[in-house]
């Protein structure tokens, strides 16, 4: 079983993300890496005793056959650097950044599809909240012409990755709402609420399609809905479908599950929660169904 784990990226991410390895039965963490010994995330590793590093993608490199699967928790600009080191020696890379280079997972749309894939992007925590509804909508209806998101997170739990890669986020989710539901026109915003205390994550999703298949649709999106809660207990439907003539519009919210950040910061719970899905996932796959190493790509 490849199941042996490294992170790269100390922000409130990576040490979310930390506890959730160290909270699975079938994930084995090995490094957590960053660049700076005394930030706080460091420190954090530090206290469970986990091999770390402040010499982020140099030592994993120097350590490249002590680990199977990576999680990627620094930047857009960062992973695409990063991945050339993992595609050369054929890691497994999880990728929380926008840097949108791999191919686009949610894990209850396309995760099982994805089994050859080496590099598995999570797109956005707006795109993880929002696109398991948008997927509803185009299995309901005969086509979805135009798609919009709305998420509001707490500014609390919008870190400094985060602030940096907002152009990123737009981008990458607008470009994964096109390619989940074929739509023409996709739009997609992002508020940061500074209010307190603070408010938990809030999506709200505007569709406007023709052939809208009423009752499917209510279907659809309770069964989308149950299937996330199973690696996202905090993931509420608070507005049912509302169906106007062509117009669609329904909202969720996220609270997270507290293994590291507080509860209202469901939009890191929801993208890290994905990531351990794909992980705990890959891991059980026998190694003659993974990709060929970048080398072995070359020699074909």
Not at 84 to 93: D, G
Not at 146 to 160: F, H, N, T, W
Not at 188 to 196: H, Q, S, Y
């Given at each position: 079983m490849s199941n042996r784990v490294a992170i790269i990226g100390t922000g409130s991410i990576g040490?979310?993300?930390?506890?959730?390895?160290l909270k699975s039965k079938q994930l084995d963490l090995r490094y957590v890496v960053g660049r700076?010994?005394?930030?706080?995330g460091m420190r954090e590793a530090m206290k469970q005793n986990i091999t770390v590093s402040s010499n982020g993608i140099d030592f994993l490199e120097e350590n490249i056959d002590g680990f199977d699967i990576v999680f990627d928790a620094t930047s857009a600009n960062s992973h695409i650097s990063n991945d050339?080191?993992?595609?050369?020696?054929?890691?497994?890379?999880i990728d929380l950044t926008p840097a949108k280079i791999g191919d686009l997972c949610v894990p209850v749309i396309n995760m099982e599809t994805l089994v050859n894939n080496r590099n598995i992007n999570l797109i956005t925590c707006g795109g993880q909240a929002c696109l398991p509804l948008?997927?509803?909508i185009k299995r309901s209806c005969e086509e979805v012409e135009?798609?919009?998101?709305?998420?509001?997170?707490?500014?609390?739990?919008?870190?400094?990755a985060t602030r940096e890669n907002l152009d990123e986020y737009v981008t990458t989710t607008e470009f994964a709402l096109k390619e989940f539901t074929n739509a023409k026109l996709s739009k997609?915003?992002?508020?940061?609420?500074?209010?307190?205390p603070q408010v938990c994550m809030q999506t709200t999703l505007y569709a406007k399609c023709s052939g809208i298949k009423k009752e499917a649709l209510k279907l659809?999106?309770?069964d989308v809905v149950k299937r996330v809660r199973n690696y996202v207990p905090g993931y509420n439907l608070i507005l049912e479908p509302i169906i106007d003539e062509n117009q669609i519009t329904l909202a969720v919210q996220v609270f997270g599950a507290g293994d590291y950040l507080p509860a209202y910061a469901g939009n890191l719970d929801?993208?890290?929660s994905a990531a351990i899905s794909i992980a705990e996932f890959r891991s059980q796959i026998p190694s003659e169904l993974k990709a060929k190493s970048f080398m072995e790509e070359e020699l074909a």
């Open positions: 040490i979310d993300l930390m506890y959730k390895v700076r010994n005394e930030s706080p050339k080191i993992f595609a050369r020696n054929n890691k497994f890379a948008a997927y509803a135009y798609i919009e998101v709305i998420s509001s997170i707490s500014s609390d739990s919008a870190g400094l997609a915003i992002l508020n940061i609420n500074p209010a307190t659809e999106i309770h929801i993208i890290n």
